[in-house]
């Protein structure tokens, strides 16, 4: 942005601070208006991206000391001019006014005018040369802020609100068929509902396991409809991911089990999560802003790793409660 267009704008005003406001005081305000109107949170608005171009161009500004006093110089003449202009009556203002006129047809007013807006122009140019270091810190800082932010909203749900039911049937100690379930005939039985995300069986704990089903909706329906075989029935149980019902009756929680999909098979085999491979976290500098699909696969990868680390914890659980069992 040229020094003249520069020279137009509040800077003071786009940020909502004072003139006498601190570097601190301003970068505060900077935050807060930027997290309001970043584009990538206002896509379909064009006014959005010109107040953040602007908002970046008055903290740039305003926090070197330089630019800084080179644009208050032409501001304070700015109002000084519109503050003699307010006080003077008609008569006055029309003397003023040719006064004025007849001076800025002399060389010296136009070189000293020339002069404070290519002092101006200056700093504007060495700032585009040399980069603003907090200008890339904060508009960094704005882009972390706002994946944590994306990826806690996409992934909260799964992680803390994950519907999981405990199953439990009678099974004796020495019995190697595990009263007749096994992962695939269980995994086989719960998938008629929907997703099946996890299912991890007891090795020490005979006839228990419990079942992570992607959605709500297809743990409700598995905890009402499923009983298992006639000769050796299922027990099943909420463990965690219970929605709330007002007034419901469990034939209206069911839903039609022969019109879900099936599950796929993504998580057949409990995975333990080992150390990821270093170049999934090569983020971008901020000289070299992600695109969105680099975003995506980030979000994707950090996704399955917190799923793994669900799965991780079940196993443990699962453990604990065996140790408890056997204590």
């Known amino acids: 942005m040229p020094a003249l267009d520069i020279a137009k704008l509040d800077l003071y005003g786009i940020l909502e601070v004072t003139e006498d406001a601190t570097d601190k005081e301003i970068v505060k305000a900077y935050r807060q208006r930027a997290r309001k109107c970043h584009p990538d949170k206002n896509p379909d608005n064009p006014a959005a991206v010109d107040l953040f171009h602007k908002l970046s161009k008055a903290l740039e500004v305003l926090t070197d000391a330089a630019a800084k006093a080179a644009y208050d110089k032409i501001i304070k003449a ?7 202009h307010r006080v003077l009556d008609e008569k006055r203002k029309k003397f003023k006014e040719d006064l004025e006129a007849r001076e800025n047809a002399s060389q010296d007013t136009k070189v000293t005018d020339l002069e404070a807006t290519k002092k101006l122009a200056a700093e504007i140019e060495r700032l585009r040369k040399e980069g603003s270091k907090l200008l890339e810190q904060e508009q960094e800082l704005l882009r972390e802020e706002m994946k944590r932010s994306d990826l806690s909203s996409h992934g909260a749900t799964e992680v803390e609100v994950s519907p ?5 049937w009678k099974s004796k100690k020495a019995d190697e068929s595990n009263g007749g379930y096994d ?8 998938q008629k509902y929907g ?5 991890i069986v007891s090795q020490k704990k005979k006839g228990s396991a419990i079942v992570e089903f992607g959605s709500q909706k297809a743990a409700v329906a598995a905890l009402s409809l499923e009983t298992g075989e006639k000769d050796n029935p299922l027990t099943l149980s909420w463990l965690s991911g219970q929605p709330c019902f007002t007034g419901e009756s469990p034939e209206d929680r069911a839903y039609d089990a022969g019109s879900s999909h099936m599950a796929s098979d993504t998580f057949d085999i409990p995975i333990i999560p080992q150390d990821p491979p270093k170049q999934m976290f090569s983020f971008s500098s901020p000289q070299q802003p992600m ?4 975003r995506d696969f980030e979000s994707i990868v950090l996704m399955k790793m917190r799923q793994a680390n ?3 914890k079940l196993i443990e659980q699962m453990q604990k409660e065996d ?4 204590s």
């Open 78 to 84: 700015k109002k000084a001019a519109k503050a003699r």
């Open 164 to 168: 999981k039911l405990r199953v439990k």
């Open 183 to 190: 992962y695939a005939k269980l995994k086989s039985i719960f």
């Open 195 to 199: 997703e099946v995300s996890n299912l």
């Open 291 to 294: 695109s969105s699909q680099e």
């Open 310 to 312: 669900e799965r991780q």
């Open 323 to 326: 140790e408890d069992e056997k």
